[in-house]
């Protein structure tokens, strides 16, 4: 059985715009894509969040 695809997505505010639509693509192939803006919320602790995804089997892409 293969696990599920995941992806982390990193970028710089310039790219935000491409990222936030390779984010959709991914999600509409159903990939479990990992943007800031969709998995964190204001007052978290966002080093924690993005830490936890590093204990997983993810891939990641950067834009920059």
Same mark, same amino acid.
């Given at each position: 059985? %293969? =696990? ?5 997505? %990193?970028?710089?505010?310039? @790219?935000? &715009? $491409?990222?936030?639509? /390779?984010?959709? =693509?991914? #999600?509409?192939? !159903?990939? !479990? $894509?990992? /943007? @800031? &803006? *969709?998995? /964190? #919320?204001?007052?978290?602790?966002? *080093?924690? *969040? #993005?830490?936890?995804?590093?204990? %997983?089997? #993810?891939?990641?892409? /950067? $834009?920059?």
């Amino acid at each position: 059985m %293969s =696990r599920p695809l995941k992806v982390f997505l %990193s970028h710089t505010h310039a @790219d935000a &715009k $491409a990222v936030r639509a /390779l984010y959709d =693509r991914l #999600i509409a192939d !159903g990939v !479990g $894509a990992w /943007l @800031d &803006k *969709e998995k /964190l #919320i204001p007052d978290q602790d966002w *080093e924690r *969040e #993005i830490r936890k995804t590093q204990t %997983s089997p #993810i891939y990641r892409a /950067l $834009a920059m």
